[in-house]
């Protein structure tokens, strides 16, 4: 018999719970023994099957020898950091899906979880239910990670499917997404890139093997996308998507963002629609592979973490590739990377033209769209200077 | 410094030594040493850069002790089989990509490998570089497996899309893939299903845990299909896809098969073009997930080798996790699985109603094709007794 605590009884930490019920048979044939929750953190009793195990003092889990893992729910950083760090400093293991701990402390928390002989695992951070970490780290342990990038968000890639498919405009899209449940009442860390912004940054920490700090990190949202550059792309034979992207760039470096694409229809993620998340990892050896799947969700993040549980116990002592060194040098600009971009200006196509040579037209209705040859954003926004801008996006490949 | 050795210096094997010098600083920084390949086995002795390291006697693998994982890369069952018992009687892990013999004798090698204490892993077999076997075992352990089905032959998936898309006829898109070298002169492992086979009892064996005989497993392939069918199902919204499907049944019922199916066009899978792969495995908490990406090739498949090199050594003293019982009762016959069916028959839509009740039909024109209701195939079988049939084909979904 293992037994676990729970911090936080949210969602997630729901889930967990009921994963460990349900599913009691496969987790045990695949541990080797029965897996208890025995303990569970919260802030406030609340009646439920779980009355028995609340409790809302740490030191009820900190001081059992007992709990051997820990899985973090609570979200944020304050009492989730510091119990992570006490729970890893009495020697259990800690499991998250906690992706704003992880991209801000996880380089100084899985250091202690070396230290202490323990593992930090958090799979459930990027992707929910969809395998994507342990992926990269193991399953791809002998390539060079070139770039990773995809569609990290699903409450804003629901959004977008909604503009697309029935031509909604952002606010009512929104709406729909708050009504359904997939929008919080404040959607700013969805719709403003943050989430994705987290998620790349721990993938990309993983990924290139040194910290990118998310301050570093410019996170542009869908919030200010106009429904008629929606249009006009998808009639040119593209999607828009809200994309993160951390690229390997010579030496020690690297880069990272989160921004709306222009995604070619024939690509893998122009068809990923709805709530859907898809990872795509570019290895030296591999090439390109995706995993794709449900991103959120009570019961698949539930499982992620409660595989997490799994892998801490039977990764004796643990696993020691997973971590990043704590040197953020090298990090550089994303507008240094090269690409085509999109540009819907109030002006002529010989305003383009004179702005950019040669162009790729998409649209002259009163306004132009147009695509530029690759160019640094640097170089597009620097050319671009003269002319009256009412869109600018990335265009990926 | 970790000293390795390759069995056979094929495709996959050379590109085994290739991955371990290319991405030495990789594999080094994430094992923590330096990894070697010491001695390679060959039957008969070549020129070329691993020379030096050639011997044609698998006593100086077995009984040096300085080895500590064999990659077998021979490919079939008889020497494979012999040398990789003895590799692991002799303690050393065994990592290998050949898919015939974890299909036939995984359950067994695996057997010997956990009373030796040491790994057999083989997550190169099925999907070549794509992670799907640990996501599988491993991220999604805390689900229980109901279904994993996928596009698991690049060859025959590449001939599909010829024929989609450039309305080649199969000898002729069979033709291009041997030219192209994604076929070879005997394509009848490919196009026959056999492969796919294969690749679908590992998934079976593994997702439900316990033995799925290959020869119990229909497996037909897409030699007999016509480009007639593939037109008519691609005007009424579908593609025509090669699946290896695996389900399971009440108790310790499952089943699995190869055969072609319509897949609706807004599907993943439909997608799915060339000589990529996509497995979606449906787990009971994460809903579907998708793994995708190039299922073939020298460095994907070989890096995935190498991976599960890092993998045995580091997974002290193994993974218990992998693996699956040797009782094969249970199977049940796919003909039970119940779905809608595709016919084209010679026959009127008048015919049709009268064998099958309700059907869709998707062409009149001397000859009627449509979709049944839901039906098993034994009874699908069973009502078209009567009806001339020209083809006959699952709909997925």
């Not at 899985?110 to 969809?130: H, M, Q």
Request: glycine share 10%; aromatic share 6%; with cysteine.
């Amino acid at each position: 018999m293992v037994q676990i605590a729970i911090m936080g009884l949210g969602t997630v930490g729901t889930g967990v719970a009921r994963v460990v019920a349900e599913n009691a048979a496969q987790i045990e044939r695949k541990l080797g023994e029965p897996l208890q929750v025995k303990t569970v953190l919260v802030r406030h009793f609340k009646d439920g099957p779980y009355r028995q195990l609340m409790t809302d003092d740490f030191r009820k889990i900190e001081e059992d020898g007992a709990i051997r893992v820990v899985v973090e729910t609570i979200g944020g950083v304050d009492a989730a950091y510091e119990y992570t760090k006490r729970a890893l400093n009495a020697g259990k293991h800690v499991v998250t899906a906690n992706k704003q701990l992880v991209a801000e402390k996880g380089c100084e928390l899985l250091a202690l979880a070396k230290k202490r002989g323990v593992n930090y695992l958090f799979e459930a951070s990027v992707g929910g239910g969809i395998p994507v970490l342990h992926p990269l780290t193991q399953c791809m342990a002998a390539n060079r990670i070139d770039e990773v990038y995809g569609i990290l968000n699903g409450t804003s890639n629901y959004i977008l499917t909604r503009m697309v498919r029935t031509g909604a405009f952002f606010s009512d899209a929104l709406r729909e997404a708050q009504e359904k449940g997939y929008a919080e009442a404040d959607p700013s860390a969805d719709v403003d890139g943050i989430d994705a912004g987290r998620k790349i940054c721990i993938l990309a920490d993983l990924a290139f093997g040194r910290q990118v700090d998310p301050a570093d990190v410019p996170m542009e949202g869908i919030r200010n996308l106009s429904l008629r550059d929606v249009k006009i792309v998808q009639r040119g034979g593209y999607r828009v998507k809200l994309l993160g992207r951390a690229v390997r760039l010579p030496g020690n470096g690297r880069t990272a963002y989160v921004a709306p694409h222009l995604v070619p229809e024939e690509h893998p993620l122009a068809n990923v629609e709805d709530v859907f998340n898809a990872v795509m990892v570019r290895g030296n050896a591999t090439g390109e592979v995706m995993f794709y799947g449900k991103g959120a969700g009570e019961m698949p993040t539930a499982s992620a973490c409660v595989a997490d549980v799994m892998e801490a116990l039977q990764a004796s002592p643990r696993r020691e590739e997973i971590g990043w060194e704590p040197e953020t040098e090298g990090f550089a600009d994303p507008m240094t990377l090269r690409g085509r971009w999109y540009f819907r200006i109030d002006g002529s196509l010989t305003d383009a033209a004179a702005a950019f040579g040669q162009v790729e037209v998409l649209s002259e209705d009163g306004e132009t769209a147009f695509l530029t040859e690759p160019l640094s954003g640097l170089e597009a926004a620097k050319q671009a200077e003269g002319l009256r801008q009412l869109a600018r996006m990335r265009v990926l490949g």
